[in-house]
């Protein structure tokens, strides 16, 4: 079992629609989590990050978090062209030797967002 | 305020030749990455150096060193490139416990 995983897509919305995307986790320490958004070709970009249960909205994105269930989601409102790349879900496990932040990423989701 | 700086952005290596990809940040964090990304494999960490005068390795530490040379620059050589080696690799860092942040990356290509 991968200790990250997102359904790699490509999940296609028509423009205006909620894009909903998902990511599961292992390990059960783990204590924050974080939403990066891709372009081809370009640096992960940091969109949201949330660390207890529930929901958190920022924009037209809200983060969902279930730690019971290892599950956490990004819900994008209105869809838009320029929202189509790749989302990145990353899980921080704690902190590694000396107090740096073990993020384990998954492969991502590729969101298309159609015209 | 740049945020992480990475040069270069792009290099092409013999196999066998050595390299030095830098990375810089001006917000103040003590913590910063090294990352390797390949298609299907997600991002993986090189080595890390969670604060000044101190690194580790981390997933894919292999054929790699660095210097965290102080608190905005840390560095990733690589000593004798090999073909495995070919990437996109970017640099991070963070304030423990919060929001990583990443450069723009290398694209480095090793024939």
């Known amino acids: 079992q991968k200790e990250v995983e997102q359904n790699s897509g490509p999940l296609s919305v028509p423009e205006g629609a909620i894009a909903s995307l998902n990511c599961t986790y292992s390990?059960?320490?783990?204590?924050?989590f974080f939403w990066y958004r891709q372009y081809s070709g370009k640096s992960p970009e940091l969109i949201m990050s949330?660390?207890?249960?529930g929901d958190k909205e920022d924009g037209r994105f809200t983060a969902q978090l279930n730690k019971a269930s290892q599950y956490v989601s990004l819900l994008i409102r209105d869809s838009q062209p320029s929202d189509s790349a790749t989302y990145l879900c990353?899980?921080?496990?704690?902190?590694?030797?000396?107090?740096?932040?073990?993020?384990?990423f998954g492969t991502g989701t590729q969101l298309k967002v159609e015209l | 305020n740049a945020g992480v700086t990475q040069t270069p952005k792009f290099q092409v290596l013999k196999t066998g030749q050595s390299m030095t990809l830098q990375c810089a940040q001006d917000?103040?964090?003590?913590?910063m990455y090294w990352y390797r990304q390949d298609p299907g494999m997600g991002l993986r960490l090189i080595y890390y150096?969670?604060?000044?005068?101190?690194?580790d390795k981390g997933e894919v530490p292999n054929g790699y060193n660095v210097s965290r040379l102080n608190k905005r620059e840390f560095s990733l050589r690589l000593e004798s490139a090999a073909p495995s080696q070919t990437s996109v690799y970017f640099c991070?860092?963070?304030?423990?416990?919060?929001?990583?942040?990443f450069g723009p990356g290398t694209r480095l290509t090793v024939t």
């Open positions: 949330i660390y207890s249960n």
């Open positions: 390990d059960r320490v783990s204590q924050s």
């Open positions: 150096s969670a604060s000044e005068g101190t690194t």
């Open positions: 917000m103040n964090h003590n913590s």
């Open positions: 990353a899980v921080n496990r704690g902190g590694l030797t000396g107090g740096g932040n073990k993020l384990t």
């Open positions: 991070a860092s963070d304030r423990a416990g919060y929001e990583q942040y």
